[in-house]
């Protein structure tokens, strides 16, 4: 066993048996121990004294859209990885689509590899994608080590990654089931939409109604079916419609293997403030009504909806025109999670510790990151160090995103992120950077 390098020393640290004050002990990249905060140093170690500032495992972002290579102008591994990095996030699983080529080849999944591997700041992993003729690829990328597949019900957004329908999401299930894998599915329904009034133009509410929410609870009931049917591992990908949530919640205690996240922008967001023309807010499903926020954060706290991630999707400035029809839908909030659901949750009664189940202990669980998501013994030493009470405002020119479009751009939002950590080394604090410390990470077998 290695020495002890180093010691985090904070009056409140955030550990799985709640928050307390506490010295953790760090040899090689790896959190050895848990002491008591006045535990003597151990010899030749060194101590970072935190003072108050709440010690927290590093936020596990599975939903991003890093578009490296081939949209490099929409983002990119640099700078997605620094911008997550200076947020308080450590680990981030990019999605397969809107990079060119999307991740649906093995061949793919090894170009992407090599494009972020001198360029991560922070540790990465990669979700495969399921297409309508890629069944024969599906099995090979799960041995490759992808953390699943994603698949859309309703056109991506991009030609090169076609949805599926519904013989053909069987078909996808019953492969990826075959090996126990695990399907993340953009859950709204074509049919729906396309029978919603498509008008088109600058007006939020006559976007929201081109997207209702039965194209999610439809698509939603479906893929539950489809789950129950095959007892196959599905993830509902940003719940939008508190109208779906009952039939999730009794998927759920009938024992259907279902998980659910949802997204800042829903949960701090709402469409009676979207100003028209603003498609900064874009996005789809979209940010509907407060009524609808509350009863997400009710399916939060009651454990209905699993976790918070961004779905971080940035483009360049020039696609977000006022017009909501053609506008790129996407919104960019990497930098700012953490911030942004501390801010809500906090005006709501909920508290840093049920923030860090949602961003970072459930995402580490969903993609197996069994040494991600906990400050515990055995674990990777990845840590934000925050100062809960400060408050900032959002200026776009301070942000590390590529594009710095924002919807959350002059909002004052708690939560100064000081330093993160990744394998005990501190990666950024005050806008420093190391250079780049992140590894690509594989699924556990
Ligand atoms: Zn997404």
């Not at 010899?43 to 709440?54: F, M, N, S």
């Not at 492969?175 to 695990?182: P, R, Y």
């Not at 600058?202 to 194209?215: E, H, I, K, N």
């Not at 977000?320 to 999670?337: H, R, V």
Request: charged share 25%.
């Amino acid at each position: 066993m290695s020495d002890v390098e180093l010691v985090l020393r904070s009056t409140r640290v955030i550990t799985p048996e709640g928050t307390r004050a506490a010295s953790v002990a760090v040899s090689a990249g790896t959190i050895t121990a848990v002491l008591p905060y006045d535990a003597p140093l151990p010899e030749g170690a060194r101590l970072e004294d935190l003072g108050d500032d709440v010690l927290l495992p590093g936020l596990v972002d599975t939903h991003v859209h890093v578009n490296d290579p081939g949209r490099t102008e929409w983002e990119g591994f640099w700078t997605a990885t620094r911008a997550a990095a200076a947020g308080g996030i450590t680990t981030l699983v990019d999605m397969p689509l809107n990079s060119l080529p999307p991740t649906t080849t093995v061949d793919h999944l090894r170009t992407k590899k090599d494009v972020a591997v001198d360029k991560a700041h922070i540790d990465v992993g990669f979700w495969g994608g399921a297409l309508p003729d890629n069944v024969k690829d599906l099995r090979p990328l799960h041995e490759a080590g992808v953390f699943g597949f994603k698949a859309f019900l309703s056109p991506s957004g991009v030609d090169e990654f076609p949805h599926l329908d519904q013989d053909r999401l069987a078909r996808a299930l019953a492969e990826i089931a075959s090996f126990d894998g695990l399907l993340i599915v953009h859950a709204e329904d074509p049919h729906h939409l396309d029978a919603a009034p498509q008008q088109g133009g600058p007006r939020y509410t006559d976007f929201l109604a081109s997207r209702p929410r039965d194209a999610e609870d439809t698509a939603i009931a479906q893929l539950i079916a489809q789950a129950r049917r095959l007892d196959a591992r599905v993830h509902v990908l940003h719940l939008s419609s508190s109208d779906a949530l009952p039939l999730i919640a009794e998927a759920k205690a009938e024992g259907v293997r279902l998980t659910v996240e949802t997204c800042p922008h829903y949960l701090t967001l709402t469409a009676e403030e979207v100003p028209d023309g603003a498609s900064e807010f874009k996005c789809c499903p979209p940010i509907r009504e407060a009524a609808n926020q509350d009863l997400l954060w009710q399916a939060l706290a009651d454990g209905t909806i699993d976790c918070v991630v961004t779905d971080h999707s940035p483009s360049t400035a020039d696609l977000k025109t006022d017009d909501f029809a053609t506008a790129w839908g996407g919104i960019s909030g990497l930098q700012l999670s953490l911030a942004a659901v501390w801010t809500e949750a906090r005006g709501r009664g909920h508290s840093l510790e049920d923030v860090v189940r949602w961003m970072s202990a459930r995402t580490a669980e969903l993609v197996g990151l069994t040494r991600k998501g906990a400050i515990e013994a055995g674990r990777d030493a990845d840590f934000a160090v925050l100062a809960p009470d400060e408050t900032f405002t959002v200026d776009p020119a301070a942000l590390q995103h590529r594009n710095r479009v924002t919807a959350y751009a002059g909002r004052t939002l708690y939560g100064v992120v000081r330093s993160t950590w990744l394998r005990g080394e501190r990666i950024v604090a005050d806008g420093e950077f190391t250079n780049p410390k992140g590894r690509l990470l594989t699924r556990t077998p």
